[in-house]
């Protein structure tokens, strides 16, 4: 009666602006990743006629249903088709917590806890660091939220091998696959086999085929997003594995585990002011960790050490799996990380702070057997609880204390005002969770079990309060001024934001730093590969423009005007990135988005073709064109076309275009035929017919595109088909079959077994 009432409290608290002053979420990669790349699915949808199989927006192009990253196929994506925008956003962050916080509460009851145990696990795990610092990275939140649903159905599956359990394990598996985050799903079945060694005792004989074949039947319903997603990576810089500089960002520094007793050790992480994070030096060159807070509540973690002490030798999975996950997250801080990297798929897998979801979830689950010993079992384990507690009060005014008396010796940055506040805070959340213990025998079990719970609610909104950041609305969606010009023109404009390769070019706030302008319908080109997953000769062509700028910057007017840029957003001459936001001093914009000159169109053909070997070539190409650049077409050798060095002019016409296909009219004279250029990446999955006959899509300038046209006139079409896609789609709809069958088999067994027994 009392678990709804306090977990609707929670919400309305964690969301209180976004549901009812109609603020949205902005913090870190939602405003500038989530929501431009979300911004594009009913859109392309709509005018690609179906599946959104190509975003024209990215890099000249670039696969968008293929690519896992942006969660195509999930549940809650179908929420855009549904809702307005804005509030389909604020649901991505919202609905995965309630989420979360009904399948913790379902899981330990699973493992027969206490309801109020199974309360103060569910507002630790939804209401806890480690989850809401998972908002600003949607795919790791929607993978992670449903983590206790299907741990649930396989410890039931194990207890007792069935259909319906076999299907719901299966079910959330699928979703799961459905985010595209392969980290989470690598770490799922070290969480299943961890549950089900901790009940053992219960675990059937024959339960393991039936395990294994509900987690393969889970992946096949994820087949539509697991098989083009496995194609896809391997048409991208992550296919050969990621180096060690890069995979080892964000290894977490050891000094970390203090967050599991205390929200703020290493000081507050606030957007703009980095120096608030005053540990930020242990995570160098980062300035800030990858998950913002770690901390499941005080409480939390004494119950999760008093489960360890009380009942050890039964818990060991647990405390196995969540030393691993420490020991993993720590990186290059520890030998495990560059152990691990070496099996199969890891080596695709960067940043190791996101192992710490498995100590995370382990603490919250031994948590709740800890509950059920200090609050409703036996006097002894109060008092050790009480006795932790008490010294975690004195803890915290000796250290208040400690930053006092050293105040005048503390570097001039070190916010010890703040510091103070965080010691002081400490003493308060162990007092407040105290006196429940010292009052049970005028509360009562129930009552001090409720009462433990609302405290542990209270230190977890206050905290997580500062990690839902939220804006107006009119604040992420209003274009800055240097764009509007841009927004406003009805042309099909190609933008190079040179500005957002600036060093420093991070440390700026409100530079519509790349992917946002597609927000407002502008496309991009030679941006960075912000998610690692561009088309590999897209990343190759972006290192060998910067090349080619540093050799001799006269040719990048040129190379973009081949590529069909319309406008460069550059810093004004004198301004600097570390300048205020987007204004500097004299209150002038320190970005200009400057229009190039001549640009060539989508389309249009080619005065000479020349063969090239890889990057090395074109850059040797370009220095020797110089203004013929955007003339040429620089075709890679490695294909094997008989290649007019003088094709014969044409005129080109575009005559129908959407995200997925195009038509062009094409009158070629002369004896030779027409090489005619389109400023669009190349990938396997386009196809040119020429009066209807496949034609090969020939890869130029490392990653743009063309193809040969005969003379006379002819139309061209060129159509967009991922055959992965296709595969993956067969797959899953043959295993969604295959668990509606099983439902639908399973209660005709159940209706035969009722009426057999009616009939007795």
């Known amino acids: 009666m009392v678990a709804l009432p306090l977990a609707a409290c929670c919400v309305l608290a964690l969301f209180w602006r976004a549901i009812f002053v109609g603020e949205t979420f902005f913090d870190v990669d939602l405003a500038s990743y989530y929501r431009p790349t979300r911004s594009l699915i009913v859109p392309l949808a709509r005018a ?32 855009f088709f549904l809702l307005p925008f804005e509030w389909a956003f604020r649901l991505q962050v919202i609905v995965p917590l309630l989420v979360a916080a009904v399948g913790m509460y379902w899981f330990l009851r699973t493992l027969r806890r206490s309801r109020p145990a199974s309360l103060l696990g569910s507002l630790s ?30 410890v039931r599956l194990a207890r007792k091998p069935g259909s319906t359990n076999a299907v719901g394990l ?78 080892d960002v964000w290894s977490m520094p050891a000094w970390r585990a203090f967050e599991l007793f205390a929200p703020y050790p290493l000081g507050h992480v606030v957007p703009g002011q980095p120096e608030l994070f005053w540990g930020g030096f242990l995570y160098s060159p980062r300035v800030l960790p990858f998950y913002h807070s770690l901390y499941p509540g005080l409480a939390i973690t004494l119950l999760a050490i008093l489960a360890l002490v009380v009942r050890g030798r039964f818990l060991w999975p647990w405390l196995a799996l969540a030393l ?131 405290v542990l609610a209270v230190d977890l909104i206050a905290v997580g309060r500062g990690l839902l950041l939220t804006t107006p609305v009119a604040s992420v969606t209003t274009p800055p001024a240097f764009l509007t010009p841009l927004v406003q023109r009805k042309e099909d404009d190609v933008i ?55 050799a001799d910057p006269r040719l990048a007017a040129p190379v973009l005007a081949r590529r069909g840029v319309t406008a460069v957003v550059q810093f004004r001459p004198g301004a600097s990135p ?51 650049i955007p003339e040429v077409a620089l075709v890679d050798g490695g294909q094997s076309l008989a290649l007019p060095e003088q094709p014969s002019p044409a005129r080109v016409r575009l005559v129908a275009r959407t995200p997925v296909q195009f038509a062009l009219e094409v009158e070629a004279a002369g004896p030779a035929a027409s090489f005619i250029a389109v400023n669009q990446t190349w990938d396997q999955g386009w196809r040119a017919r020429v009066d209807g006959i ?67």
Not at 500 to 520: H, K, M, Q, T, Y
């Open 125 to 154: 795990w939804s209401c806890g660091g480690y989850l809401l610092s998972t908002t600003c990275q949607l795919a790791f939140l929607h993978a992670a939220s449903v983590i206790p649903l299907a741990l649930g159905f396989a």
């Open 496 to 550: 190079f934001h040179m500005a957002a390769w600036a060093p420093g070019f991070d440390v700026s706030l409100g530079l519509a730093r790349p992917p946002i302008p597609v927000e407002w319908g502008l496309a991009m080109t030679y941006e960075r590969d912000f998610d690692l997953t561009q088309l590999r000769w897209t990343t190759e062509a972006t290192a060998a423009f910067w090349r080619a700028f540093e």
């Open 324 to 454: 691993l996950g420490f020991v993993t997250a720590l990186g290059h801080n520890f030998p495990v990380w560059h152990l691990v990297r070496r099996l199969p798929l890891v080596a695709q897998i960067r940043f190791p702070e996101k192992f710490s979801l498995l100590f995370c979830f382990s603490l919250v689950t031994l948590a709740a057997y800890g509950f059920d010993y200090a609050v409703l079992g036996p006097a002894r384990a109060r008092l050790w609880m009480k006795r932790a507690l008490l010294k975690f009060v004195v803890l915290g005014l000796i250290a208040a204390c400690a930053v006092w008396l050293a105040r005048r010796h503390l570097p001039a940055h070190f916010p010890e005002g703040q510091t103070l506040r965080d010691c002081l805070r400490v003493s308060l959340v162990a007092l407040a969770s105290l006196l429940p213990l010292w009052l049970a025998r005028r509360l009562g079990r129930l009552r001090r079990a409720l009462a433990l719970c609302a």
């Open 170 to 247: 299966a079910l959330v598996v699928g979703t799961q696959c459905l985010t595209g985050e392969p980290s989470t799903l690598l770490m799922m079945p070290l969480l299943v086999l961890a549950a089900i060694l901790a009940e053992r005792r219960h675990v059937a004989g024959r339960a393991l085929p039936s395990l294994v074949a509900s987690l393969l039947l889970g992946l096949a319903l994820g087949a539509v997003t697991l098989i083009p997603g496995l194609h896809h990576v391997g048409k991208t810089v992550r296919a050969l594995g990621l180096p060690e500089a890069m995979a």
């Open 694 to 760: 496949l034609a090969p899509v020939v890869r130029t300038d490392i990653s743009l595109s063309g193809v040969l046209v005969p003379p006379g006139q002819h139309r061209v079409e060129f159509e967009y088909f991922d055959d992965a896609l296709a595969a993956g789609l067969a797959v899953s709809v043959v295993a969604a079959l295959a668990c509606l069958a099983m439902v639908l088999l399973d209660r005709r067994r159940r209706s035969r077994v009722a009426e057999d027994k009616f009939a007795s």
């Open 578 to 628: 570390e300048e205020a936001n987007i204004k500097s001093p004299s209150g002038a914009y320190t970005l200009d988005a400057k229009i190039t000159r001549n640009p060539q169109p989508l389309v249009f053909p080619i005065r000479r073709t020349r063969v090239v070997d890889g990057p090395d070539g074109w850059l040797q190409a370009v220095r020797e064109l110089d203004s013929q």
């Open 48 to 79: 690609s006629g179906g599946l959104p199989l190509w975003n024209p927006f990215f890099a000249s192009g670039q696969p968008f249903a293929g690519n896992p990253a942006y969660e195509v196929f999930h549940p809650l994506t179908t929420l």
